[in-house]
Structure formats: C-alpha cells, structure tokens
C-alpha cells in the first residue's frame, strides 16, 4: 500500500515513544501531524525532524476536543499520557483526565474521519498480577484507589470505552498494552528506573533501589515497541496484544547491569518501596507473536549500551535553547503533491 500523502496523527508525539514513533512513520514515507502538550514531551525530541516536508508539530492537549485541523488522518495513534509514575502521580487529575477523554476526543475524530486508531494502553491494567506471566484474558489486580490508580484507571477506562464503542460498531481500532519500554530519549529526570539508574550511575550517585529489589519487570527496548505498534496498525486485529519483552529481571539485576555497562563505582542505596507498587511483571506475547509475527530483537543488554551513550551526550550538553511551538499549529505539513 502506498503511504505517500497518507496522514498519520500522533497524540504524545514529541514524547519518549511517540518521537521514535513519528520518525518511523516518516521513513515509511507518510505525513505525520505530532500533536503534543509538552507536559512530559519535549520538542528537542522532534527538532530534528521540523525540516522533513512531511512533519508538523502542534500544541494540543487531548483532554480537550481535537481540533478540526487534525481531520484528514487515516491512522492515529493516542500515545499522550506521562507514563512515569513519578509524574503521573503528581497530577493524578490530569493524568486519569488525558487516558479517559483522551480516549473519547480521538474515538471521535477517528470515526468522523473513518480512521483506524491505536490506543496505547499499558501493563499498568493488570495492576499487581496474581496470574504471571500476565495474557490478555487476565483481568488484572488494580487498586482503583491507591496513588497508581489515576493511570491504571484510567488507562482501563480508555479501554473499556473502546470496546464500548466497538459494541457499537467502530471496528478500526487496536489496543496495545505497553510493557516496560527504555530507550534514547527517556529523561534524566523522569523517575523511572532505567533513567535513574543511569543517570545516577553515569554521576557516581548512588543508585536508588526501592524496597528489596526483588520486585520485577520486562524491559522492552523503544525500537521493538516501536515495531510491535507499527505491525499492531498494520494488522487486522481488535483484540488487546501485549506489547513487551518476556524475559523479566528483578530490579538489582538492573542496577548491577548498569553498574557494569558503565563501568560506575556507584553504591546501591535503599529507598523504601512506593504503595501499590508491582512485585511481577512479565507478559506472555504469544498472542503478538502469532497475530503479529513480533518479538523483541534487541537484548537488554544491548539496548542498555545504546541508551547509556545517549545518556552519557545529554549530561555532556550544557544549555540548549528549546523553542516550543505556538499553541494551534495544530495544522498539517503543506500537501508536498500541491507545495511541489
Ligand atoms: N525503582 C527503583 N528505583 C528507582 C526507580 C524505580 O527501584 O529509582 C523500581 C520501582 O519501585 C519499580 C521498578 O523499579 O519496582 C520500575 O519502576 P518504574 O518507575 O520504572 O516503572 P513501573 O514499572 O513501576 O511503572
């Protein structure tokens, strides 16, 4: 099929996945639209891509309508939501608003435009499992109180009201639940634990281990994420798949990965261990594998070194001048057919 002055609108653009996301988009030869509200995105993710015919950028916030200028797209994908728990928790309002009517607002264009939507959910749905490695037919264990709950919640809702509408007939939709993703582009100072980690180990910190370390998660590098959301479009497929790396470490694991991938001599320093936090989380991709023919590629190791160096040049830059885009460029790169 051919992508050429095909639209692609990505919520969350210029955040961690959602830059990955527009570059790929745009080496397939699509037009992408990024819209972004730069509370956890940041344009210095995308700046490198303002000067492709093909890319815009636009501040929008998806708890508000999706303004008329977005019509047009063909494929959207809904990546807006800070997934940091240490920002999310800090305004759970916002953060349960932009899953729910984040979801809303682009179930709406999606079917005033006869689009196909991608709602990027999380593991986050199964809470603290009781049924490991987590398959989508499990229900999850979710607090829908505890401090979690603003971003477990709400990406729940945002599932269940797509498949509320799709009881009502939209039936391009697809819905990825998001594991653990890493990469080039996470913050220094985002909080989770692959950024702290290395950014604690590259400054001779120490490094930060919340209750025992025993906890667990699946680390999935950011290009295979990337991968699996692009085939998960691609594919006809309604049902959620989990997106994720089945191969599970505890978190000192990490911690001793990053000491020796960087070669820092930095001490492991307890912090207690945050309310409702996971103790396991592993997904079963079977479903991915045999819908979608993925699986992650790239070894934790592997991506491990490749994030270290991005981290090692970003603490190396002193100040950079960030230029924000005005609110309401919320437009379309000139047709490149009618600019020439
Ligand atoms: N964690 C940690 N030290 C840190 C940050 C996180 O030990 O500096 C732990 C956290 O308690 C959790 C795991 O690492 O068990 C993953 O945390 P993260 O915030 O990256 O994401 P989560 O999977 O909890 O959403």
Wanted: hydrophobic share 35%; with cysteine; charged share 25%.
């Amino acid at each position: 099929m051919s992508t050429e002055n095909q639209r692609v609108l990505v919520t969350g653009g210029a955040g961690f996945i959602g830059s990955h996301l527009c570059e790929r988009l745009l080496a397939r030869g699509y037009d992408v639209l990024a819209l972004d509200n730069f509370s956890t995105g940041h344009a210095d993710h995308v700046n490198h891509l303002l000067h492709h015919p093909g890319f815009s950028l636009g501040t929008h916030d998806v708890t508000e309508p999706v303004p008329e200028s977005a019509d047009g797209a063909q494929l959207i994908f809904n990546l807006a939501c800070p997934a940091s728990p240490a920002f999310y928790q800090e305004d759970p309002v916002q953060t349960a608003l932009t899953s729910a009517l984040g979801a809303l607002h682009l179930i709406k264009l999606a079917r005033r435009n006869g689009a196909r939507l991608l709602q990027a959910s999380t593991s986050e749905v199964y809470g603290d499992p009781e049924v490991h490695p987590q398959h989508e037919d499990y229900w999850g264990y979710v607090n829908p109180i505890g401090p979690r709950s603003c971003y477990d919640e709400g990406k729940r809702f945002a599932e269940a009201l797509f498949y509320a509408y799709r009881r009502e007939g939209f039936s391009s939709m697809r819905v990825a639940r998001l594991f653990n993703c890493y990469g080039p582009r996470l913050r220094p100072g985002d909080g989770r634990v692959v950024s702290n980690f290395i950014v604690q180990a590259l400054r001779g910190e120490p490094l930060t281990v919340y209750g025992d370390g025993q906890q667990t998660r699946s680390f999935c590098y950011v290009d295979d994420t990337v991968d699996g959301l692009l085939r998960l479009m691609d594919a006809d497929v309604d049902v959620p798949v989990n997106l994720g790396n089945p191969i599970e470490n505890t978190v000192l694991e990490l911690a001793e990965l990053v000491l020796s991938l960087t070669g820092s001599r930095s001490r492991l320093e307890r912090r207690p261990l945050p309310a409702d936090d996971p103790k396991r989380r592993r997904p079963d991709i079977t479903r991915a594998r045999s819908l979608l023919g993925w699986e992650p590629r790239v070894r934790l190791r592997d991506g491990l070194e490749r994030t270290i160096d991005y981290f090692r040049c970003e603490l190396d830059l002193s100040r950079r001048t960030v230029v924000l885009p005005a609110k309401g460029v919320n437009t379309w790169a000139v047709n490149r057919a009618v600019s020439g």
